[in-house]
T-cell receptor, first 112, second 116 residues
């Protein structure tokens, strides 16, 4: 069975600081990995995805994530955050033809 | 183009009543998913439809929950005899099944269900 662990439930940072949101997964087969963002009172929006190939994937709004197979991790990073990045971030895993398994989410709070 | 739409956006009902939630997926998407988002439980998978195959109902929490997908498009999630613990945001997603896209799922805005 697959599972996703987001290691931090809340991450407070100051504006323009770098941030890393951690995600570990477990699966016995090859998977696809995703990060979704949910802004306050809005739906889920895809930030980026890893399917295959280069382990460093770039997404929208300056975010990137690195797939590390040996550590079964898919951490999300941004070198300089903005107030507008305040949101909840979800890491998710799926195999072909199955539903997404989500982590519990990480609330990123950016303050000035 | 049009995204995934859900209706109603908000639903308030009394305990014991039945409710129906509707999802219109993106045209051409063969797969449709229902999830539930609630405090303390995060995002939970409920049910998954793929083409004409039998749906994967493994995430439905009880037999009070059921879903249909008519004509391979619109889906309705029905909750019978609602309970207060059913209060949550119900999210629908659709995808075009393809190894190239990794089943990227596009989400609707959700229906917020409140059971009094």
């Amino acid at each position: 069975a697959q599972s996703v662990t987001q290691l931090d439930s809340q991450v407070p940072v100051f504006e323009e600081a770098p941030v890393e949101l951690r995600c570990n997964y477990s699966s016995s087969v090859s998977v696809y990995l995703f990060w979704y963002v949910q802004y306050p009172n809005q739906g889920l929006q895809l930030l980026l995805k890893y399917l295959s190939g280069s382990t460093l994937v770039k997404g929208i709004n300056g975010f990137e994530a690195e797939f590390n197979k040996s550590q079964t991790s898919f951490h999300l990073r941004k070198p300089s955050v903005h107030i507008s990045d305040t949101a909840e971030y979800f890491c998710a895993v799926t195999q072909a033809g199955t539903a997404l398994i989500f982590g519990k989410g990480t609330t990123l709070s950016v303050s000035s | 183009g049009a995204g995934v739409s859900q209706s109603p956006s908000n639903k308030v009902t009394e305990k014991g009543k039945d409710v129906e939630l509707r999802c219109d997926p993106i045209s051409g998407h063969t797969a449709l998913y229902w999830y539930r988002q609630s405090l303390g439980q995060g995002l939970e998978f409920l049910i998954y439809f793929q083409g004409n195959s039998a749906p994967d109902k493994s995430g439905l929490p009880s037999d009070r929950f059921s879903a249909e997908r008519t004509g391979g498009s619109v889906s309705t999630l029905t909750i019978q005899r609602t309970q207060q613990e059913d209060s949550a945001v119900y999210l629908c997603a659709s995808s075009f099944q393809s190894g190239r896209t990794g089943n990227e799922q596009f989400f609707g805005p959700g229906t917020r269900l409140t059971v009094l």
